[in-house]
């Protein structure tokens, strides 16, 4: 059965203190890794989206790796304002929808 | 970039009536759209996926006589819970998958008094 998981479950952390969220998957074919950061109340928005092992993303603070049976989202000396939800998602090659794990809860401590 | 809008954001209703949430591709035509549902700290569960102009494909367990789809148009899917009951309160959130991807919609928190 196709399943994304995600750890951990929540994740406290101080202004300044990098740290790293981890989302294993195993999915038979496939055709994206992708990241999504959702605040309460509101929908995910898009943050990248990964196709190979090897391949990594940058978006301001956050770095995004991918293996084959993992991917990690790296936070570098992160805000307040980073303080939501991120889920990571997998798409399956026969039917294009996204798969998604229950998310870690980050929050950022001034 | 895209831009996914979803209306309403928030609504309320009786037990036993039934709540339409539109979905609406505002700048690219979605030639696919996705319902989920989210329960409070869970993921998002895939409802049902639709195409235009084709019968939507429900997820195992989800009652398609309940969760009515329509996909009209290419830009614009509504999802009606029908005699909607307190457990059908959730949060309901659409995705339409089009040339940027999949963008999501803000969400709609339906509660079911």
């Known amino acids: 059965e196709d399943q994304v998981t995600q750890s951990p479950e929540a994740l406290r952390l101080q202004e300044g203190e990098s740290s790293s969220l981890n989302c294993s998957y195993t999915?038979?074919?496939?055709?994206?890794l992708f990241w999504y950061r959702q605040d309460p109340g509101k929908g995910p928005e898009f943050l990248f989206t990964l196709y190979s092992a090897g391949e990594e993303k940058e978006k301001e603070r956050l770095k995004a790796t991918l293996t084959k049976k993992e991917s990690f989202l790296h936070i570098t000396a992160p805000k307040p304002e980073d303080s939501a939800t991120y889920l990571c998602a997998s798409r399956r090659g026969s039917q294009g929808n996204l798969i998604f794990g229950k998310g870690t809860k980050l929050s950022v401590k001034p | 970039g895209a831009v996914v809008s979803q209306h309403p954001s928030r609504v309320i209703c009786k037990s036993g009536t039934s709540v339409k949430i539109e979905c609406r591709s505002l700048?690219?035509?979605?030639?696919?759209m996705f319902w989920y549902r989210q329960f409070p700290k869970q993921s998002l569960m895939l409802m049902a996926t639709s195409n235009e102009g084709s019968k939507a494909t429900y997820e195992q367990g989800v009652e398609k006589d309940k969760f009515l789809i329509n996909h009209a148009s290419l830009t614009l899917s509504t999802l009606t819970v029908t005699s909607a009951h307190p457990e059908d309160s959730s949060f309901y959130i659409c995705?339409?998958?089009?040339?940027?991807?999949?963008?999501f919609g803000s969400g709609t928190r339906l509660t079911v008094v």
């Open positions: 995705s339409a998958l089009g040339g940027h991807g999949y963008t």
């Open positions: 700048d690219f035509q979605a030639t696919t």
């Open positions: 999915v038979s074919g496939l055709r994206g």
